[in-house]
Every structure is written in structure tokens, then in C-alpha cells.
């Protein structure tokens, strides 16, 4: 009787899991929507930054070569 219940249990364990796995997988309009943002944000970013890092670096290259 104990091994049944023990059973029991596992497999409800299980199909918790099962449950939970299966709810992530669904969400797939989500995580595309996450990627497109974050795709978008990281170009805004760089289109900002471009011009600063530009005079970084060639601020940085004509220090080197100046020695």
C-alpha cells in the first residue's frame, strides 16, 4: 500500500512538471515580442553611442601613435 501511494505521488509529481514545462512553451508570441524589443533597444543604444565611441577611439589611436 505504501508503494502505491509512493507512485501516486511521483506521477502527480510528474504531471505537475509536465504542466509547467508545457505553459512555458506556449508562450512563444512573448518571447518573440522580448527579442524584437531587445533588438530594437540595442540599435537605438548603438545609434546614440556611435559618434561618442568614434571620438574615444580615435582619440585613443592618435594618443598611441603620437609616441
Same mark, same amino acid.
Given at each position: !500500500?505504501? +508503494? &502505491?501511494?509512493?507512485?501516486?505521488? &511521483? ?10 514545462? +508545457?505553459? &512555458?512553451?506556449?508562450? /512563444?508570441?512573448? $518571447?518573440? =515580442? /522580448? #527579442?524584437? !524589443?531587445? +533588438?530594437? =533597444? %540595442?540599435?537605438?543604444? $548603438? #545609434? =546614440? ?6 571620438? %574615444?577611439? @580615435? @582619440? +585613443?589611436?592618435?594618443? %598611441?601613435?603620437?609616441?
Amino acid at each position: !500500500m505504501l +508503494a &502505491e501511494r509512493r507512485k501516486d505521488t &511521483e506521477t502527480s509529481k510528474r504531471t505537475a512538471a509536465d504542466r509547467a514545462l +508545457a505553459d &512555458e512553451r506556449g508562450d /512563444v508570441p512573448g $518571447w518573440v =515580442l /522580448v #527579442t524584437l !524589443m531587445t +533588438a530594437g =533597444l %540595442v540599435i537605438a543604444i $548603438w #545609434t =546614440l553611442a556611435t559618434p561618442a565611441l568614434s571620438g %574615444v577611439f @580615435q @582619440q +585613443a589611436i592618435d594618443r %598611441v601613435t603620437s609616441f
